[in-house]
């Protein structure tokens, strides 16, 4: 059974930081590239950001590129986000997701397992 379960969202003023975990269990870790999406209030499930499996290659949307960094430790089969200069519009519930691909792939489908999600709320 694989679970990924996210933690270290919550309540930041604009212009703040924030850093997403993601534990991993259930699969080998190292084998598969992971993600992270985010749902805004009244938003489709967006791609945030995605890193391979050896950390080799990273994407990011144009909406946090520069702001926001994956990150990824094998050893404690953990993908990590990154999160500075936030703004109101990245309010949303962000979600950790692993993909059956080794290599980086940044759309949902590729994506075969998710995380419950956990809320990141950004005032002004």
């Known amino acids: 059974q694989v679970q990924l379960v996210e933690s270290g969202g919550g309540p930041v003023q604009a212009g703040g930081s924030l850093r997403l975990s993601c534990a991993a269990s259930g699969r080998t870790f190292s084998s598969h590239s992971m993600g992270w999406f985010r749902q805004g209030p009244g938003k489709e499930r967006e791609f945030v950001a995605a890193i391979s499996w050896s950390s080799s290659s990273t994407a990011y949307a144009d909406s946090v590129k520069g702001r926001f960094t994956i990150s990824r430790d094998n050893a404690k089969n953990t993908v990590y986000l990154q999160m500075n200069s936030l703004k109101p519009e990245d309010t949303a519930v962000y979600y950790c997701?692993?993909?059956?691909?080794?290599?980086?792939?940044?759309?949902?489908?590729?994506?075969?397992?998710w995380g419950q999600g956990t809320r990141v709320t950004v005032s002004s």
């Open positions: 997701a692993s993909s059956n691909y080794i290599v980086l792939v940044t759309t949902p489908v590729k994506y075969d397992y």
